[in-house]
C-alpha cells in the first residue's frame, strides 16, 4: 500500500454494497416496526377495556421471544446499515503510519469497526439462540404438552437474559482480540477484515469462537430442521380430529415455517469463510 492510496470500505465489491444497502434499510425499517407495534399495542389503554386478560410482551412468553428476536434482528440491520454509510464517507487512509514506522489500514481498527464487530456477532449469536428457542418451545407444546415443560413467561425472561449475556460476552472478547490481532497487522486488505468480522484464524480465542459460531450454526440449524418436521408429523397423525379445513391450514404454517427457516437462517453461516483461511 503506498502513501497516496486511497480504498473504500466494501473496496470493487459493488454487490455488497447493494445487499448492506437493500436489505439493511429494509431490515431496519421491518424489525423497527415490528418493535413499536408491540411496545404500543402493550401500553394502548383502550385495549385493556376490551381484553379481560389481554397478551402482551409482559405476559406471554412467545410474544417476548419474538420481541427479542426482532431486536437481535435489528442489531444486524444497523450493522449492514452502519456498513454502507462507512463505505460512502470513510476513505481508508494507506498513510497511517504506526510508532515503528509500518502502515496499517485505519478502517480495521477504528472505534466504528470495533462496534460493527460487536453488532455482527451479537446479531449472529441471538438469531441463532432464539431461533432454536422458539422452535423448541413450539414442540413442547405441540408434541409434548403434558411434559411438565411449559414455557412461561418468567423461564422465558430468564433464559433470554442469559443469552444475551452470553452473547455480549462471546462478542466483546472476540472484537478486542480482533482489534489487537488487527494492531499487528501490516497493510491489511482482507476483505473479512474490512467487513469487520473477527481477524483471521490467528488466536486460540478466535479460532474457539469461530468453530463455536459455526457448531452453534448447524446444530441450530439442523435441529431446527428436525424438530419442525417432527412437528408437522404430529400435526398430521392428529389430523382425524380436526376438519379438513384447519388442517389444511395448520399444516400449511407449518410447511411455511420451515421454509422460511431454511431461507433466512442460511445467512447465518458467513463464519464458514473462516476456514478458507486455513489453507
Request: net charge positive; charged share 15%.
Amino acid at each position: 500500500m503506498n502513501a497516496t492510496e486511497r480504498i473504500q470500505v466494501l473496496q470493487q465489491f459493488d454487490s455488497l454494497r447493494a445487499v448492506s444497502w437493500i436489505i439493511g434499510i429494509l431490515a431496519l425499517i421491518a424489525n423497527i416496526s415490528v418493535i413499536i407495534w408491540m411496545v404500543c399495542y402493550m401500553y394502548n389503554p383502550l385495549r385493556w377495556f376490551s381484553q379481560r386478560n389481554p397478551r402482551n410482551i409482559t405476559n406471554n412468553p412467545y410474544l417476548l421471544i419474538i420481541f427479542n428476536l426482532a431486536v437481535a434482528d435489528l442489531l444486524g440491520a444497523l450493522y449492514l446499515i452502519i456498513l454502507a454509510i462507512s463505505d460512502a464517507t470513510f476513505k481508508i487512509n494507506g498513510d497511517f503510519q504506526t510508532p515503528n514506522g509500518t502502515y496499517i489500514n485505519n478502517w480495521i481498527v477504528s472505534p466504528t469497526c470495533f462496534l460493527e464487530r460487536i453488532l455482527s456477532q451479537v446479531s449472529l449469536l441471538m438469531s441463532i439462540f432464539i431461533t432454536f428457542f422458539i422452535t423448541v418451545s413450539r414442540f413442547i407444546q405441540v408434541v409434548c404438552p403434558y411434559s411438565g415443560l411449559e414455557v412461561t413467561i418468567k423461564k422465558s425472561r430468564i433464559a433470554l437474559l442469559s443469552l444475551w449475556i452470553i452473547s455480549f460476552t462471546i462478542a466483546i472478547v472476540g472484537a478486542v482480540e480482533s482489534s489487537h490481532v488487527s494492531l499487528r497487522k501490516q497493510d491489511h486488505l482482507s476483505i473479512l477484515g474490512f467487513l469487520c468480522q473477527l481477524e483471521s484464524l490467528e488466536t486460540p480465542v478466535i479460532i474457539g469462537i469461530v468453530y463455536s459460531e459455526l457448531l452453534l450454526g448447524i446444530i441450530g440449524y439442523v435441529g431446527t430442521i428436525i424438530l419442525y418436521l417432527i412437528i408437522a408429523c404430529k400435526l398430521k397423525k392428529t389430523r382425524s380430529s380436526i376438519n379438513s379445513i384447519n388442517r389444511s391450514k395448520a399444516e400449511s404454517k407449518i410447511h411455511l415455517i420451515i421454509a422460511w427457516i431454511v431461507l433466512l437462517r442460511t445467512q447465518q453461516y458467513h463464519d464458514s469463510s473462516y476456514i478458507g483461511k486455513l489453507s
